[in-house]
């Protein structure tokens, strides 16, 4: 073990918004990640707390236990998504409130096409493009090697632009 083991709490104050805004990217809904979140947290204290790892695999184990929660919350619970957005008045003249508003809308909508995909994929694609994980990183999370989680992230990119073109968020080619 190169890296000074942290203590959890240490990880919990560095990590803890990253992993609720993965988990809430996944879900699209903020209670459920918040308790998917806390889950992950006591999960990873359970089993993990007292193994001396350092602070850049707790976060990996982190994340593949919060992927795991979601995957079997999602399939316990059939819960519709909500997306709340902020009141942001649409009728101003200010070409930077609507351009943010648009963003904004752009981005939900995306978000919200996620649920089309296989949960790898999603997994890997929200990692990747996310999280900015490297794809070494998102084998071990995913645990596949790092030629299934390349292929995992080409293939949901694939989907995803696809996706765009059919709801014509972007001009056909």
């Given at each position: 073990?190169?890296?000074?083991?942290?203590?959890?709490?240490?990880?919990y104050?560095?990590?803890?918004?990253?992993?609720?805004?993965?988990?809430?990217?996944?879900?699209?809904?903020?209670?459920?990640?918040?308790d998917?979140?806390?889950?992950?947290?006591?999960?990873f204290?359970k089993?993990?707390?007292?193994?001396?790892?350092?602070?850049?695999?707790?976060?990996?184990?982190?994340?593949?236990?919060?992927?795991?929660l979601?995957?079997?919350?999602?399939k316990?619970?059939?819960?519709?998504?909500?997306?709340?957005?902020?009141?942001?008045?649409?009728?101003?003249?200010n070409?930077k409130?609507?351009?943010?508003?648009?963003?904004?809308?752009?981005?939900?909508r995306?978000?919200?096409?996620l649920?089309?995909?296989?949960e790898?994929?999603?997994?890997?694609?929200?990692?990747?493009?996310?999280?900015?994980?490297?794809?070494?990183?998102i084998?071990?999370?995913?645990?596949?090697?790092?030629?299934?989680?390349?292929?995992?992230?080409?293939?949901?990119?694939?989907?995803?632009?696809?996706?765009?073109?059919?709801?014509?968020?972007?001009?056909?080619?």
């Amino acid at each position: 073990m190169s890296e000074k083991a942290v203590s959890i709490a240490q990880i919990y104050e560095r990590s803890h918004k990253r992993i609720y805004d993965f988990l809430y990217k996944y879900t699209q809904n903020a209670d459920t990640a918040m308790d998917l979140m806390q889950d992950s947290f006591l999960s990873f204290h359970k089993h993990y707390g007292n193994a001396g790892l350092s602070e850049e695999k707790s976060v990996m184990v982190l994340y593949t236990i919060a992927r795991n929660l979601s995957i079997n919350y999602s399939k316990k619970f059939s819960t519709t998504r909500e997306i709340h957005s902020e009141d942001i008045d649409l009728h101003s003249h200010n070409p930077k409130v609507e351009k943010t508003a648009e963003l904004r809308d752009l981005e939900e909508r995306l978000y919200s096409f996620l649920g089309e995909l296989k949960e790898d994929e999603r997994s890997a694609i929200l990692l990747k493009n996310v999280e900015e994980f490297q794809l070494s990183q998102i084998a071990e999370i995913l645990d596949v090697s790092i030629s299934t989680a390349s292929r995992l992230v080409i293939r949901a990119t694939e989907k995803l632009q696809n996706i765009a073109i059919r709801e014509g968020l972007v001009p056909d080619e």
